[in-house]
């Protein structure tokens, strides 16, 4: 947590003031209890009706003054509290960015989540109650204590006894919550990861007829996180009687006290108000404290875990030398590359070596979990290699900042996923400034013109999140284009064209051969026919290639690729 604290840096002035005008409005409170003695001891027994209405005016200006400070007390921490949130989720967000896949594998996609929201929550609700309430409390209760000791010591003492003992009942209690409330959060977060993993997969849920398993996976879940928030809230509940008890009691010695001090003319009957209106500002405030540090202890965890995100570092570091033009023929080579996963047991692959030349159409293909994604994860240094190394133009991957790296290269993952936005503004991330007229060449190679020519609008027709407003051709379709509009040097199509008819992918197949800059061409995939007229074919099992060459080459050399082939197209002559 006091990593983050940094972030306050640019808010000191509300830091100083929140507390400020909090304590001067505990200062006008802790005057009130003698303007009600003075009301009592000279307006009420003098009779004096002038007075009294003087003393209730001054009383009126008094919580006039007092909510004033404490408006503005509640505007500079807020003000902080929500500036320093800000600039947390900023820098959080830029953090998670710049994570390698192996860091976000390890994560989680709901861990980061939770971290951005639920717990950024929680840490500005802490940052505020700290700013707002943690001098204060303390301020009231020993200012309480020294103002009773001025009006009788004798009468003083009970608050010198009780006010320990409510200190160990508050704490106490709090102390025991604390862990309590960890548990809480432990098992909220549970049941948002099973939530969030629901909801994603609700499709496939349905799909396999369980959704009354996962409703009473969920119900014991949600039972057990119940169980611990009613335990702790049954503890939690203690605070108020058992203290109230203790402030009574308290009272009573109190008024007991003060009337034998009243009867033998040592105070007034003024002086036992105020003293017994002293008594409830410390009950107040102890269990405003109590209260204050519960919220501060899940502030501090939740700051912890943002904290423990921000201590990840990227296992991707980028060159910081001037890069010097390569000398190679190559547009990509791999020398011997090995990778393993983080925390993996075995590797992903192993002692892969191959060529490309510019302008060549590469076709990988193996059986599922060969290492077909995780080849072509490695060009774009999305992982790094564990032995050997990936050239780009000559230059090994590693040698280049991530972002010359990654704009040569555009990328179409398995998963088509497109944002929120118009059509135009999709396809503007693959070129900022990209014109209609580059949008719609893109969308003619990636036969996808007629899907928005078709929409109400064109390119400026709007998508829903996810693009859930189309098919699942259209999207592979459209992200394909997004990819094309920044006329990339090295093209990677990772299994982008499985939603696609064969009529339509074997014209983008084409569309792609005749693009005019002549880019290099990485294309995954498991169907045979869309990758049988590549410049070479790479085919890969349990992570190592069993044969690289052409379609006719391999379906001689390579019994594997035979195999798929003959899988997917009858064997001539073969009878059905």
Known sequence: MKKLLVYLKDY??????????????????????LVVASIIDVGIAGQDR?????????????????????LTAQYFAAKAAVGFTKKVKHALFAHIQGLSYSEMDTLGVSTMITRMTSDMNQVQNGVNLTLRLLLRSPFVVFGAMVMAFTIDVKAALVFVGAIPLLCIVVFG????????????????????????ENLTGVRVIRAFCKEEEE???FQKRNDELTSVQKFVGRISA????????????????????????????????????????YMSQILVELIKMANLIINITKSVACGNRIGAVFDVKSSLTESQQELLPGSSSYRVEFREVTLRYQNAGDD??????????????????????????????LIPRFYDVAKGGVYVDGLDVRSYELETLRQKIGIVPQRAVLFQGTIRENMQWGKKDASDTEIWKALEVAQAADVVEGKEGGLDFMLEPGGRNLSGGQRQRLTIARALVRQPEILIL???????????DAALRKALRELEHSPTVFIVSQRTSSIQFADQIIVLDDGEAVGIGTHEELLHSCEIYREIYESQFKKEGETK
């Open 494 to 504: 990772d299994d982008s064209a499985s939603a696609l008819d064969f009529a339509t």
């Open 173 to 196: 209690i709090m102390l025991i919550c604390i862990p309590l409330y960890k548990k809480v959060q432990a098992r909220l977060d549970k049941i948002l990861g099973m939530t969030r």
């Open 50 to 70: 002038p007075y009294i209405i003087k003393m209730i005016l001054l009383m009126v200006a008094l919580g006039v003054i007092g909510l004033v400070c404490s």
């Open 238 to 277: 203690l605070m108020n009687p058992v203290t109230y008890v203790i402030i009574n009691l308290a009272v009573v010695v109190l008024v007991w006290v003060g009337a034998i001090q009243v009867e033998t003319g040592v105070i007034t009957q003024g002086a036992v108000v105020a003293l017994y209106n």
């Open 348 to 377: 992903s692959l192993t002692n892969l070596t191959f060529v490309v030349r510019p302008g060549e159409t590469v076709g990988i293909i193996g059986g599922t979990g060969s290492g077909k994604t995780s080849l072509v994860n």
């Open 215 to 217: 409703i009473r996976t």
């Open 12 to 33: 000191k002035k509300e830091t100083i003031l929140g507390p400020l005008f909090k304590l001067l409005e505990a200062s006008f409170e802790l005057l009130v209890p």
